[in-house]
């Protein structure tokens, strides 16, 4: 089934613990964006990549990072997790080159950091 | 800057009843707006998406939108709510920034559906 995929699910962390969030996308999209969705703030992003070999910082970047070696994966990494990271993240592809094409999302992965 | 504004934060409505929830953008030039949907434990489902011609879009679920430019509005109607209705709707603006297409969202709007 086309689509995005991530895991884990769900993760409790201790803080100060490393931690990679892992996407992948089955639709040859060339864009994929990492968002954060706190309660009362809607949808922030993180970091997005336009296509494979680049990314680039989004609106709340600091204490993440992201690589996308290839067209298909773009995993997230909280390098030392701390409490202010405990939210919902998901995932979310766009098929460019047009600016109107939307966003195809991920079912998410919570994550409550201790 | 671009923003979306999504004044009701919740909202119920009678099953059967119509339903309209609210949006309003600030961007400044031609909009790209999109409306997702969001069921409990759930990533965002698009329900519809307006770029050009027609004012009035219809989207999957019986949902419609309607953009207005002279009010900076792109209001979601439903004209008969069903239960299966109750999500989160988020309104989201895009564009360009930085070199990077962008999607801008309002916080939501919580819809409750009574029997």
């Known amino acids: 089934i086309a689509g995005i995929t991530q895991a884990p699910t769900s993760q409790i962390l201790a803080a100060g613990r490393r931690m990679t969030l892992r996407c992948t996308q089955d639709m040859r999209h060339n864009a994929m964006y990492w968002y954060r969705q706190d309660l009362g703030l809607g949808l922030r992003l993180i970091h997005y990549s336009n296509t ?11 204490g993440y990072s992201v690589s996308r ?18 939210s919902v993240y998901f995932c979310a592809s766009r098929n460019q080159p047009t600016t109107y094409n939307e966003q195809f999302f991920g079912p998410g992965t919570r994550l409550t950091v201790l | 800057a671009q923003s979306v504004t999504q004044p009701d934060i919740h909202i119920t409505v009678s099953e059967g009843a119509s339903l309209e929830l609210r949006c309003n953008y600030s961007y400044g030039a031609t909009p790209y707006l999109f409306w997702y949907v969001q069921s409990p434990g759930q990533g965002l489902q698009l329900l519809l998406k307006y770029f050009s011609g027609d004012t009035l879009v219809q989207g ?21 709510v069903h239960w299966s209705d109750a999500a989160e ?8 920034k930085s070199g990077y297409s962008t999607l801008t969202f309002g916080k939501g709007t919580m819809l409750l559906v009574s029997p």
Do not use: H, M, W
């Open chain 1, 69 to 86: 070696a290839n067209t298909d994966d773009f995993p997230l990494t909280l390098a030392s997790a701390v409490p202010s990271q405990t």
């Open chain 1, 52 to 62: 494979a070999g680049t990314t680039g910082k989004g609106e709340v970047p600091d």
């Open chain 2, 60 to 80: 999957i679920k019986g949902f419609e939108a309607e953009f207005k430019r002279s009010q900076s509005s792109f209001n979601l109607r439903k004209p008969s």
């Open chain 2, 89 to 96: 709707y988020f309104c989201a603006v895009g564009g360009v």
